[in-house]
């Protein structure tokens, strides 16, 4: 019987060179970035490079952590139906908020400090919102300003979040510095009228700005690549409403009004247009809910 199999030959090197892969080089941070193939690839990136208590931070938030949870969950639960034989061959994110086009129905949600993260914080993420084509949002306790984000990221849209501190002369003077930067969006953050128990935090003696002690020092041998980012880098401050460094719950039940209603949005509204404000309401008066004027844009 003849076999059929076809025959066996010698593999040439002109080939095999292709499938070999590169010489080693060490890693680069946009080698490891483009590595990642998702947002879950993106979080160990950043688990490994900074510090637990920086991490911590940000991936943590208060008490068991159940809403996080929930909403995570509540993401889980979402699924795509797919829909086959249409013609996708020319397709749309975009979308309009507020009567201008966006590129994706999603706007960067204000972080504070996020120069704790990474030395270019806050002028990074509006670089990247600029060139994705949507929206970023500096917060209140942003550690850049708004003129500095507004120049590193000109083309893009930056808006303003709020939190409304004690001293009413402070939020008029950040909503004056962002509105003379071009912010014009205002995102008024109401869901935190005292700080929440953001209990890794309080384990990790977590500070504004980050201390050495002395399990962040041996900290600082696994992660030299933050440490040197950190200390090289313009201390961290917050750069609109200025504020006392502190443990974060001392920071926010210091500086935020505990007070405030619906009425305070009537003097937000005063402090961003150009009308003679209100006189700044006190947190404590008994308030009579007013509606806002309507048709006014910040
Ligand atoms: C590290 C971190 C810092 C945040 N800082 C602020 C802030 O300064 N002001 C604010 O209004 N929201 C702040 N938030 C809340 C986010 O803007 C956003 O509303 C929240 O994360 C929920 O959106 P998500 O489900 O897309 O994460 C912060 C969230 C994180 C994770």
Known sequence: MTSTARPRRRPRWRELRPMLPPVPTLPTTTTR???AADIGDLRLLARRRAPRMVFDYVDGAAESERSLRASVEAF???TF????LRDVGTVSTSTDVL???IALPLVLGPTGFTRMMHREGESAVARAAAAAGVPYTLSTM???SATDVAAAAPEGWNWFQLYVVRDRGRSRDSLQLARDAGMD???LTVDVPVAGARLRDVRHGMTIPPSLRWRSALQAVRHPAWWADFLTSEPLAFATVGGAPGDLAGIINTMFDPGVTLADIEWIRSACTDRPP???PRA?????SRRPPRGRRW
């Open 142 to 144: 942003g550690t850049t």
């Open 185 to 187: 969006v205002l995102v």
């Open 278 to 280: 209100y006189p700044a």
């Open 81 to 84: 139906r797919p829909r086959v």
């Open 284 to 288: 404590t008066r008994p308030r009579r």
């Open 33 to 35: 970035l483009a590595q």
């Open 76 to 78: 889980d639960r979402v």
């Open 99 to 101: 009567g201008r086009s």
